[in-house]
């Protein structure tokens, strides 16, 4: 099949690389030109692991192409994919000013019966609108439809090739079918509703996913108080099948470009209807607040943040992506600076990307070597589980006494800590 793929984020790149790596020819189309000219030459712009070997793969072989013409990717695509970013408006709820400005630039270059397909994560009601857009420019015969996208980052890849299911929403059995067609090779279940229903579905999966990390650090904030550990019920529950011990480790709150938006959405959209006092307010609030409480409970304990040294572990949003959206670092770092500690940054990736604020702040240094950064710490605080920080050995970082270990994500074995001779800190743990 001929494929396009508008947007070359993460979701349109690995999107564009799986579809390719099942014979397809595909196209990715962006306006950036400073992008499209990395991936021509194999570069992808961010970090994901297995992206650019698949990516130098699909290349050679001719089935991946990247381009900035509206007119050569979408002339002869028979399904067009739209993932370009869907960011928060002031109100809260998507600014679909990019969606908008797809359609409109591939109108005029639609054949008959293309698809137009949007992985972006919209609200209901924006394919009507999208329809209506294109049709202003073009007499062409088109259908659309919702393919939500549920990759990670950091396993985007693996994700993509082994999805838990593929939801489509369409309207017309013509258009089930191909789209059905082109994922048959990921070999998942696809189910096929309505495109109200997928885009709703996918706001749904992340703001279930947020509401969970949010109960579980709720129960760890109650352990702290009654000598329980969270990790312990967290095994003790997880036996429950109707609950499961997967996927709420309890930490400093969920970060990255998706949940907190994703909830802020729906939280707007609840607003909108009139639903003031909804759960997904509580949530997002919740979440806002959680590490300037974290950091004002440890300030307690450790005698004070004033002129305290503290390593900050871990500056991406989560291991293994150098992507620093909403990552914990850019609300842990400014508030220990504002409480007079200095800051020693540490990430395997995301050291080039700190914002500018930050790299220029006198109190604050950054690097890629872990051993710089615990030099003469009082506080080590492991923010992120990069595993090159769970799996290092932080015997030799030891000069004083007390000094203090911060395990934001219960990563660390506790006692080896404090054999180590660290007070150790955990979440929701005696
Ligand atoms: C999330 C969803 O998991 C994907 O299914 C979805 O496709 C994607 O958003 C999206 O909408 O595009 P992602 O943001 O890449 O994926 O990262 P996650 O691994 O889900 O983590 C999100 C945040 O939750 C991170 O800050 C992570 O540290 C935190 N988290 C995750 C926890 O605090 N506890 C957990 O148990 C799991």
């Given at each position: 099949m001929k494929i396009c793929i508008i947007g070359t984020g993460f979701v349109g790149v690995v999107s564009a690389a799986v579809f390719a790596s099942f014979g397809n020819h595909v196209i990715g189309l962006d306006v950036d030109e400073t992008k499209i000219a990395k991936l021509k030459k194999g570069v992808v712009p961010f970090y994901e692991p297995g992206l650019t070997e698949l990516l130098l793969e699909e290349q050679a072989s001719g089935n991946l192409e990247f381009t900035t013409s509206y007119e050569t990717a979408i002339k002869d695509s028979e399904v067009i994919f739209i993932a370009v970013g869907t960011p928060s408006s002031p109100t809260g709820q998507a600014d679909l000013k990019f969606v908008w400005a797809v359609g409109e630039s591939l109108a005029s270059y639609l054949q008959k019966d293309a698809i137009v397909v949007v992985k972006s994560t919209v609200p209901p009601g924006t394919l009507p609108k999208l329809e209506e857009k294109i049709r202003a420019r073009t007499k062409v015969k088109f259908t659309t439809a919702a393919v939500p996208e549920f990759l990670k980052e950091g396993t985007a890849v693996q994700d993509t090739l082994h999805p838990d299911r593929i939801v489509i929403g369409a309207r017309d059995e013509k258009t089930f079918e191909k789209l059905a067609a082109l994922h048959a090779p990921l070999k998942a279940p696809i189910v096929k509703i309505s495109p109200e229903s997928a885009q709703m579905a996918k706001y749904a999966a992340n703001a279930y996913l947020a509401t969970r990390i949010t109960f579980i650090n709720q129960i760890a904030d109650l352990c702290e108080k009654n000598g329980a550990d969270v990790q312990e019920i967290v095994e003790a529950i997880g036996y429950d099948r109707r609950i499961?011990?997967?996927?709420?480790?309890?930490?400093?709150g969920y970060g990255g470009s998706c949940f907190p938006k994703d909830v802020r959405e729906l939280a707007a959209y609840s607003r909108a209807i009139g639903?003031?006092?909804?759960l997904l307010n509580k949530i997002n609030d919740l979440n806002e607040h959680r590490i300037p409480k974290l950091l004002d409970q440890y300030d307690k304990i450790v005698g004070g943040w004033k002129r305290k040294k503290v390593a900050v572990l871990?500056?991406?949003?989560?291991?293994?992506?150098?992507d620093m959206r909403e990552a914990p670092s850019l609300k842990v770092i400014p508030d220990l600076l504002e409480k007079g500690a200095t800051v020693k940054g540490f990430d395997p990736k995301a050291v080039p990307i700190v914002p500018f604020f930050l790299q220029e702040h006198k109190n604050a240094t950054y690097t890629d070597k872990l051993v710089e950064a615990l030099e003469n710490v009082d506080v080590i605080l492991a923010l992120i589980e990069w595993p090159e920080i769970t799996t290092?050995?932080?015997?030799?970082?030891r000069h004083k006494q007390p000094q203090w270990f911060i395990d934001s994500r219960n990563q660390f074995n506790k006692s080896q800590i404090q054999n180590w001779g660290y007070t150790y800190i955990g979440i929701g743990r005696p």
């Open positions: 499961g011990n997967h996927y709420w480790y309890p930490g400093f639903e003031d006092s909804n871990g500056l991406s949003f989560k291991p293994n992506t150098d290092y050995d932080f015997s030799g970082a």
